[in-house]
């Protein structure tokens, strides 16, 4: 919740408070069926006197794999958690001097890093956190990539080069007022498309021999344009990329994700129980445990609600 309270605004907090909301229904849900299993299976178990239908091994697979579906759901949507956590970790790539770290300030709306019209101005990475459309992108400005004799900068060089594995999303910025270099085309063939955004900055004064390629976003920062295009593109890349866009609910606690791993196991066994034809006792067991690993999240206890369920579903004693 870090980034959340400290970093974004009110209304991102109000949308994952929602967020949770959402998954305590689709845990309730979760309970609800494996519920409803256990009372038909403890029923069997326990009244074989009363004329109770039989549980079958179809009725039970097909619940307990229901029952891991929605489980399997809620496991994808915290990759989805773990980035509202996190931040969209966002590298600012280009060779020296194409403007990367004037694209920083502007995003930030302050004068964060060094901008000179020096090449090799950056030498070691900035990162700062910042709300574009609701998310919480973590923007790291670079050292421009070139070869270089000077150490530090070298040092600095290698840093950026490690990001382009290592981050979410990747803004690789080129520079209209000067040629495409052979080093920046050798550079632009190893990042992966579907995470990077191509930029051409300094349409204010793009060489006559130069044009914005296909699919690049024109930038001009010197005379603000083409700023709210990427701020557009930003949220768009990560809705139609990484995140799960059909995910409207969050599991954004790690405790919580090992609980639903723990409860997945649980209902694997079952599964492998019946498979093996063992005595509905033992699936009841495996059934129980995964249970039980779903409401260590919401606390509630099992015991009383299975009898509960199983007078509810059957009218035994009455
Ligand atoms: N004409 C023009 N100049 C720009 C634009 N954006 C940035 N600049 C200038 O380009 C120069 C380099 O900008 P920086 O932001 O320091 O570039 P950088 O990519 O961070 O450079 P390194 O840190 O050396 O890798 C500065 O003089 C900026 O004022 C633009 O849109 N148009
Ligand atoms: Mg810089």
Wanted: net charge negative; with cysteine; charged share 30%.
């Amino acid at each position: 919740m870090d980034i959340i309270s400290a970093k974004t605004e009110k209304s991102l907090e109000y949308s994952v408070g929602q967020l949770e909301g959402k998954l305590s229904q689709r845990l309730t849900a979760i309970d609800d069926l494996l519920i409803d299993v256990m009372a038909n299976v403890e029923a069997n178990i326990d009244y074989p006197e009363y004329d109770i239908e039989e549980v079958t091994t179809a009725y039970l697979n097909d619940h307990i794999q229901q029952a891991m579906d929605m489980v399997d759901a809620l496991l994808k949507a915290s990759e989805t958690g773990k980035i509202y956590r996190e931040g969209i970790t966002t590298a600012i790539l280009g060779e020296p001097n194409v403007g990367k770290s004037s694209l920083l300030n502007t995003l930030l709306m302050e004068n964060k890093a060094i901008v000179t019209e020096i090449p090799g101005t950056t030498r070691d990475i900035i990162e700062e956190y910042i709300n574009i459309g609701g998310i919480p992108f973590k923007i790291i400005d670079t050292a421009g990539i070139r070869e270089t004799d000077n150490l530090v900068e070298q040092i600095g060089v290698e840093k950026s080069r490690q990001l382009i594995k290592n981050t979410n999303l990747i803004l690789f910025m080129t520079d209209l007022s000067r040629p495409f270099s052979e080093e920046e085309k050798t550079l632009i063939e190893e990042l992966d498309p579907s995470k990077t955004i191509f930029i051409a900055n300094k349409t204010d004064s793009m060489m006559e021999t130069r044009g914005v390629p296909e699919g690049w976003i024109p930038l001009s920062l010197k005379e603000d344009k083409g700023v709210e295009a990427l701020k557009d593109k930003m949220p768009e890349m990560v809705m139609g990329g990484s995140v799960d866009q059909e995910a409207d609910y969050i599991v954004n606690n790690v405790r919580h994700v090992h609980l639903l791993e723990e409860a997945m196991g649980c209902l694997k066994n079952a599964l492998g129980t019946i498979d093996m034809g063992m005595p509905l006792e033992l699936v009841s067991i495996d059934i129980k445990d995964g249970l039980e690993k779903i409401r260590e999240i919401t606390g509630r206890s099992v015991g009383s609600d299975i009898i509960n369920q199983i007078f509810k579903n059957f009218c035994i004693g009455k």
